[in-house]
């Protein structure tokens, strides 16, 4: 028995799973009733792809030996395999309450919450097994890319810096760490990876539609073009996650080169499949946009809808207790807006010319195309959407402070401790020459404007500001990482309500903190440019604002842009966005009693 058993773990090491099929069909044969036997054989099965024989005998040994942690974790893989998410979610639940110790049964729960879209649950599970004994360099990347799906950037980064020392991980997991470091902005190191001979044929397929995907959102789209021409004819790619993705990056490429038609082909082409949230989602975000671009407001509204499904929104509910202190849009709650008298002690603060500018408004007001105008003239550079802000926030915290009420407490040498910390965490993402200027563009840092003039009270803030019905909607088309800006984004009602309770804020805040504020039209600055950015260049002390205007060039040549906007940017001025919101006013209007207050505020109408 034992010198089978050997032969079938040899054949199972090298991938030859037929052989290890056969092998293990002739061990149950001669013993039937064997735990270790039934289990060989389940597992072969697996690997030679009969998932339904699978799954049938795990079942059978769970009944038979429900105390064996390893046969609830394979009858995990299996049913997350065919599909059944719910079903794996069980199983593995009930593997890792007989072995709570074993960091691969923590990771196989995060990867199942991974790929249901449940980012915060992956997040915390897969960061807890990369710290117990015996975890692999693989979970890394996989709590890695659970973080970079919370938008933690920081922390994906850091879980990651040391990936060249990897050995032994598998060609699934380089994969999505070539993914991940092309979303992080690590360019190069992407290409290496991505551009690998993988041995796998699935592997290979899916790493050239990733480095499509990359160069695309690089804005690279003649290289991605000509990298989507060497792709297989997706009715000829058998495996289903295989052909989804390349139906995917052909979609994306369709849609760059205008062909609308197409584009929205390849997506309903690629849901057509049985996809997981993961992925359900994005394809959605991707369809919808091209249904906008086509004009058909119902098949654009119908597709969103499905992109911000219920289960997706459950999820990204239950999630919120996990994120309930974290990111910028947490601010928003009551307990953190500023009251009482203001710290008065700026001594050591620096002067405006030494101060970062910040670009802020409510998510898709044209913020990016303002921090690209600026950065485009010598006397600026941008740190692109960092969370500097956030991170003095949580320094405070660490002291033992609450925000904001404690702000006042800070004393001047904090105040520098803070700067510091500030343009350290600006100088991972951006090297800033002597004398040039940081634009820091983030939206939401408004809701952080008193810890702003805390430590830099000289600072200018320009406030973007949109039609409302025209950033709600661009807001609803977009697929936030955040879970709980997603969660507040889930519908246009949920954010007439955020909306409304932004501008609240902005009002009370920017009450309090009145003096170097600027407000920054979106209209106005697509109308008329030139005037507009001699505007907002007298109040930055800019004479010359001539090469804002060459913006689209300079972020053609910066290349990697981590913001939704990365592929509007380049192209230049375009108005087409201006009042889009009337094509969709049937599904908006019933919003605008909400809005009313805000409309009056901002000078818009309805």
């Known amino acids: 028995m034992q010198e089978l058993i050997d032969r079938i773990l040899a054949a199972m090491k090298s991938g030859q799973h037929a052989e290890a099929l056969t092998l293990s069909r002739e061990l149950v044969h001669s013993f039937p009733h064997d735990e270790g036997a039934l289990s060989l054989h389940a597992v072969s099965e697996q690997n030679a792809g009969d998932l339904e024989i699978a799954r049938n005998l795990l079942l059978g040994l769970t009944r038979n030996h429900p105390g064996t942690w390893q046969h609830w974790n394979n009858l995990g893989n299996v049913q997350r395999l065919l599909g059944d998410l719910d079903g794996a979610s069980n199983a593995y639940q009930r593997a890792l309450a007989l072995h709570q110790e074993s960091p691969r049964l923590r990771a196989n729960l995060g990867l199942l919450h991974l790929n249901q879209g449940r980012y915060a649950l992956a997040r915390e599970e897969l960061c807890a097994a990369i710290v117990m004994r015996g975890a692999e360099d693989a979970m890394r990347i996989w709590a890695?890319?659970?973080?970079?799906?919370?938008?933690?950037?920081?922390?994906?980064?850091?879980?990651?810096?040391?990936?060249?020392?990897?050995?032994?991980?598998?060609?699934?997991?380089?994969?999505?760490?070539?993914?991940?470091?092309a979303q992080l902005g690590d360019i190069d190191a992407a290409e290496s990876i991505?551009?690998?001979?993988?041995?796998?044929?699935?592997?290979?397929?899916?790493?050239?539609?990733?480095?499509?995907?990359?160069?695309?959102?690089?804005?690279?789209?003649?290289?991605?073009?000509?990298?989507?021409?060497?792709?297989?004819?997706?009715?000829?790619?058998?495996?289903?996650?295989?052909?989804?993705?390349?139906?995917?990056a052909l979609a994306k490429?369709?849609?760059?080169?205008?062909?609308?038609?197409?584009?929205?082909?390849?997506?309903?082409?690629?849901?057509?499949?049985?996809?997981?949230?993961?992925?359900?989602?994005?394809?959605?975000?991707?369809?919808?946009?091209?249904?906008?671009?086509?004009?058909?407001?119902?098949?654009?509204?119908?597709?969103?809808?499905?992109?911000?499904?219920?289960?997706?929104?459950?999820?990204?509910?239950?999630?919120?207790?996990?994120?309930?202190?974290?990111?910028?849009?947490?601010?928003?709650?009551?307990?953190?807006?500023?009251?009482?008298?203001?710290?008065?002690?700026?001594?050591?603060?620096?002067?405006?010319?030494?101060?970062?500018?910040?670009?802020?408004?409510?998510?898709?007001?044209?913020?990016?195309?303002?921090?690209?105008?600026?950065s485009a003239h010598p006397a600026f550079v941008s740190a692109d959407e960092q969370p500097m802000v956030q991170r003095v926030i949580e320094k405070v915290r660490e002291w033992d402070m609450a925000y904001p009420v404690d702000l006042a407490r800070l004393s001047s040498a904090q105040c520098a401790q803070l700067r510091d910390l500030y343009r350290a965490e600006?100088?991972?993402?951006?090297?800033?020459?002597?004398?040039?200027?940081?634009?820091?563009?983030?939206?939401?840092?408004?809701?952080a404007l008193p810890m702003i003039r805390r430590i830099f009270p000289n600072a200018p803030v320009i406030f973007c500001v949109r039609h409302p019905c025209d950033s709600i909607l661009s807001s609803y088309m977009q697929n936030f990482r955040d879970p709980r800006l997603a969660a507040e984004c889930a519908s246009p009602a949920r954010l007439a309500d955020l909306y409304v309770r932004l501008t609240r804020r902005w009002e009370h805040d920017s009450g309090r903190h009145s003096s170097r504020i600027l407000v920054s039209r979106h209209e106005d600055l697509v109308a008329d440019p030139e005037a507009q950015l001699r505007r907002i260049g007298d109040f930055l002390g800019i004479e010359d604002t001539a090469p804002m205007l060459n913006f689209s060039e300079h972020?053609?040549?910066?290349g990697f842009i981590g913001t939704p906007s990365y592929a509007q940017v380049v192209q230049g001025l375009n108005a087409e966005a201006v009042g889009r919101w009337e094509r969709y006013r049937a599904h908006l209007e019933p919003m605008l009693p909400i809005l009313a207050p805000v409309l009056e505020y901002w000078g818009y109408s309805a």
């Open 144 to 181: 890695a890319v659970s973080c970079q799906a919370c938008g933690d950037d920081a922390t994906a980064r850091l879980i990651v810096r040391d990936w060249p020392q990897w050995t032994g991980v598998s060609e699934e997991a380089m994969l999505e760490l070539g993914w991940l470091l």
């Open 194 to 248: 991505l551009s690998r001979e993988f041995q796998d044929s699935t592997i290979r397929i899916r790493a050239l539609a990733r480095r499509i995907f990359a160069l695309e959102r690089l804005n690279r789209i003649e290289d991605a073009t000509a990298l989507a021409a060497q792709m297989d004819d997706p009715a000829r790619i058998a495996d289903k996650q295989s052909r989804m993705e390349a139906l995917h």
């Open 253 to 374: 490429i369709s849609s760059r080169a205008k062909d609308f038609a197409g584009s929205r082909q390849l997506y309903e082409a690629a849901l057509a499949f049985d996809v997981p949230p993961r992925y359900r989602q994005s394809l959605y975000f991707g369809l919808a946009r091209v249904c906008d671009q086509m004009g058909d407001p119902e098949a654009t509204m119908a597709a969103l809808q499905k992109a911000h499904a219920d289960d997706l929104a459950r999820h990204t509910a239950e999630d919120l207790q996990r994120v309930a202190g974290t990111g910028l849009i947490a601010l928003l709650d009551a307990r953190f807006e500023e009251s009482g008298p203001l710290a008065g002690d700026s001594e050591g603060a620096p002067a405006e010319s030494e101060s970062p500018v910040f670009v802020v408004g409510f998510p898709r007001s044209g913020t990016t195309l303002l921090e690209q105008m600026l």
């Open 426 to 447: 600006a100088s991972k993402t951006v090297a800033q020459p002597a004398g040039v200027r940081l634009v820091d563009k983030h939206p939401l840092n408004f809701l």
């Open 555 to 558: 972020a053609q040549a910066r």
